[in-house]
T-cell receptor
Framework: SAVISQKPSRDICQRGTSLTIQCQVD?????MFWYRQQPGQSLTLIAT?????????ESGFVIDKFPISRPNLTFSTLTVSNMSPEDSSIYLC?????????FGPGTRLTVL | GENVEQHPSTLSVQEGDSAVIKCTYS??????FPWYKQELGKRPQLIID?????GEKKDQRIAVTLNKTAKHFSLHITETQPEDSAVYFC????????????FGKGTHLIIQP
């Protein structure tokens, strides 16, 4: 199994600013994923982050808006840049084993 | 890319009755199909999953069936209880885990006492 922690758990930010979310896994993992869950909606994959390579972004998400770092096998960050109220969501970090996908507790972001 | 459709969006059943939620997927390469339960304010929790080499899997009151030919899979909850009330998401994943999950839009399950 994998235990995932995220910081911050929640934040309220002003439009135009940026927020960096940290994700820590208790074991070394190859794949880390970032998801967004908008209010009342399902989860949408933002990008896949592998250590030592550029993150792979899903359609509709771009690196300039959501830069990702993956400096080692246990840690990743997601930055939400130049925020607008539409970015208000829960952002979840995730990883998988061959048998299961694990999620962090999420970061609840509100943009005013 | 993968597309997952989930129905119904809301399901209300009497306590003790069964609930069935259905999903279809588009990518025949997908081989892993988990179901998640999400309670308000919490992260999604895996409740059951199935792989493409299996047609059915059961865990106590919960079962999942998979029809690879038709590309659909279903969640069955029997003897529903009030604590089963939550939002349920189906998902699909391919390429042995190199891909992330593609989620359905979710089903709000309401158990009526």
């Amino acid at each position: 199994s994998a235990v995932i922690s995220q910081k911050p758990s929640r934040d309220i930010c002003q439009r135009g600013t940026s927020l960096t979310i940290q994700c820590q896994v208790d074991s070394q993992v190859t794949m880390m994923f970032w998801y967004r869950q908008q209010p009342g909606q399902s989860l949408t994959l933002i990008a896949t982050a592998n250590q030592g390579s550029e993150a792979t972004y899903e359609s509709g998400f771009v690196i300039d808006k959501f830069p990702i770092s993956r400096p080692n096998l246990t840690f990743s960050t997601l930055t939400v840049s130049n925020m607008s109220p539409e970015d208000s969501s829960i952002y979840l970090c995730s990883t998988n084993t061959p048998s299961e996908q694990f999620f962090g507790p999420g970061t609840r972001l509100t943009v005013l | 890319g993968e597309n997952v459709e989930q129905h119904p969006s809301t399901l209300s059943v009497q306590e003790g009755d069964s609930a069935v939620i259905k999903c279809t997927y588009s990518d025949s390469a997908s081989n892993y199909f988990p179901w998640y339960k999400q309670e308000l304010g919490k992260r999604p929790q895996l409740i059951i999953d199935i792989r493409s080499n299996v047609g059915e899997k059961k865990d106590q009151r919960i079962a999942v069936t998979l029809n690879k030919t038709a590309k659909h899979f279903s969640l069955h909850i029997t003897e529903t209880q009030p604590e089963d009330s939550a939002v349920y998401f189906c998902a699909a994943r391919g390429r042995g885990g190199a891909d992330g999950l593609t989620f359905g839009k979710g089903t709000h399950l309401i158990i009526q006492p």
